[in-house]
């Protein structure tokens, strides 16, 4: 039996005094792509700033690789292949889109360079006429694009991403849905958070709903569309 990529269990995690996670249990293999549902303030971001050790406090059992992250610095969690593309783009005003992409290998060091530069033009084609323009130049959606771009040029293994279409434009959304498709091609391992499910749905093979901090629900689309109470009482239409 091969083990899970990312194996998550009994993960509490809490901001100051306040328990935002519950006990969650999560796991995402080798080459899957897992969505990640629940509405505002479900806990999607803290779930995902835990697994990096990059936010709130949290205890339980977290495994990447094979390994133990407990006790490993956000740093060396990034080294490991385990890379957060988070809400807030964080894209350099002053800096070319090719220098923002390259500074995720900066967060990834001692990785080896198994992605170049040209597979990012080549799996987000949007992006290469932009190469030399600056930072602050961009759409939002563009910059969207180039904090993705960031994250996969890290190297991840497991590239977790916060809400990646969320406020794009519909054709900016259907960009990043075939740029994804590309990645996956590519091998990588997704975890994403989202509210747009026709996004998510085209995306990925399985679905972990969160409410108030617990899972709520875990299961493929197919299990999802079963029970179509989930999305009234989890999801805000
Ligand atoms: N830095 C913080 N300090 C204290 N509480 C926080 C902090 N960040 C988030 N929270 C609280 O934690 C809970 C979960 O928030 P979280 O940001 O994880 O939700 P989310 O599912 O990502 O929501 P959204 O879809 O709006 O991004 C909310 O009640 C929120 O108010
Ligand atoms: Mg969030």
Redesign the pocket.
């Known amino acids: 039996m091969t083990e899970p990529l990312l194996n998550v269990s009994g993960l509490d995690a809490w ?2 005094g ?1 328990h ?1 996670l519950h006990s969650v249990a999560l796991n995402v293999d080798e080459g899957e792509s897992i969505a990640l549902l ?10 995902l700033k835990a697994l990096l050790d990059a ?1 709130p406090r949290s205890s339980g059992l977290i495994e990447f690789g094979g390994q133990s992250l407990t006790g490993m610095s956000t740093e060396n969690r990034a080294r490991a292949g385990l890379m957060l593309v988070p ?1 807030d783009r964080r894209i350099y005003p002053d800096i070319t889109v090719t220098e923002n992409i390259a500074l995720g290998r900066i967060a990834a060091r001692g990785r080896g360079a198994s992605v170049s530069m040209e597979d990012i033009w080549q799996s987000f084609p949007l992006l290469e006429p932009l190469k030399d323009r600056g930072g602050g130049q961009l759409s939002g959606g563009q910059q969207q694009l180039v904090a993705v771009a960031r994250g996969v040029f890290g190297c991840a293994r497991l590239l977790c991403l916060d ?1 990646p279409v969320e406020g794009l434009a519909p054709v900016v959304v259907d960009e990043m849905a075939r740029d994804i498709a590309r990645l996956r091609k590519m091998g990588l391992s997704l975890l994403i ?1 989202e ?1 747009n499910l026709a996004f998510v749905r085209a995306c990925t093979e399985r679905v972990f709903l ?1 409410d108030s ?1 617990v899972i709520v629900f875990s299961g493929n689309w197919q299990d999802f569309d079963a029970d179509p109470t989930l999305k009234d009482r989890y999801l805000a239409v």
């Open positions: 901001y100051g306040s935002i629940g509405r505002n303030g479900a806990g999607k971001s803290t779930l936010g809400e809400e958070a509210q969160i901090g």
